[in-house]
T-cell receptor, first 110, second 115 residues
Framework: RKEVEQDPGPFNVPEGATVAFNCTYS??????FFWYRQDCRKEPKLLMS???SGNEDGRFTAQLNRASQYISLLIRDSKLSDSATYLC???????????FGTGTRLTVIP | EAQVTQNPRYLITVTGKKLTVTCSQN?????MSWYRQDPGLGLRQIYY???????DKGDVPEGYKVSRKEKRNFPLILESPSPNQTSLYFC??????????????FGSGTRLTVV
């Protein structure tokens, strides 16, 4: 079973739409959670860390549900520049590795 | 500018010909790591290093070597490349390893093709 599972998409949404991605993780000992963004043929870049109480950064909101072991990312008022692949990432306490999902591809359409 | 620099960006080589992919960071990070990214499999860790002269295997270390003689550099060595090592490789560094809330800083990637 994969450590992190995501719906690969693609999600095609119009500009201004709200879109949500979910991912699930298998290891209940996971303690650190992140969303990364990866543009085509580019390196992943940290979008935001995900905290237990949920957190918001502008148009982006991340939520963590430990009981169900899933993480979500909500993007409001989508922009063309939001088109990318979004990677769900987790790590366990004391681990020296990040476990990456395979990513969810988002295309924002004019 | 804080960054992780990988070279080369693209490399085509033949089976069995030793190669090295270099990685250098200018952020004084102690933790560095190598990942490969393959379609449908996501990023998988090859090796990591917690500090100078401290390295350890990740999830897919077979066929790779690394060294950490200086804090800033973490080269990836393929002693005898094979076609199944054709992949997109990323070097990453972090201030406090996988637990850091600041996440990893990745290099721009090296697209390797072994024929």
């Amino acid at each position: 079973r994969k450590e992190v599972e995501q719906d690969p998409g693609p999600f095609n949404v119009p500009e201004g739409a709200t879109v949500a991605f979910n991912c699930t993780y298998s290891n209940s000992a996971s303690q650190s959670f992140f969303w990364y963004r990866q543009d085509c043929r580019k390196e992943p870049k940290l979008l935001m860390s995900v905290y237990s109480s949920g957190n918001e950064d502008g148009r982006f909101t991340a939520q963590l549900n430990r009981a169900s072991q899933y993480i979500s990312l909500l993007i409001r008022d989508s922009k063309l520049s939001d088109s990318a692949t979004y990677l769900c990432v987790v790590s366990q306490t004391g681990a020296n590795n990040l476990f990456f999902g395979t990513g969810t591809r988002l295309t924002v359409i004019p | 500018e804080a960054q992780v620099t990988q070279n080369p960006r693209y490399l085509i080589t033949v089976t069995g010909k030793k190669l090295t992919v270099t990685c250098s960071q200018n952020m004084n990070h102690e933790y560095m790591s190598w990942y490969r990214q393959d379609p449908g499999l996501g990023l998988r860790q090859i090796y990591y290093s917690m500090n100078v002269e401290v390295t350890d295997k990740g999830d897919v270390p077979e066929g790779y070597k690394v060294s950490r003689k200086e804090k800033r550099n973490f080269p990836l060595i393929l002693e005898s490349p094979s076609p199944n090592q054709t992949s997109l490789y990323f070097c990453a560094s972090s201030f406090r390893g996988a637990q850091s809330a600041y996440g990893y800083t990745f290099g721009s990637g090296t697209r390797l093709t072994v024929v």
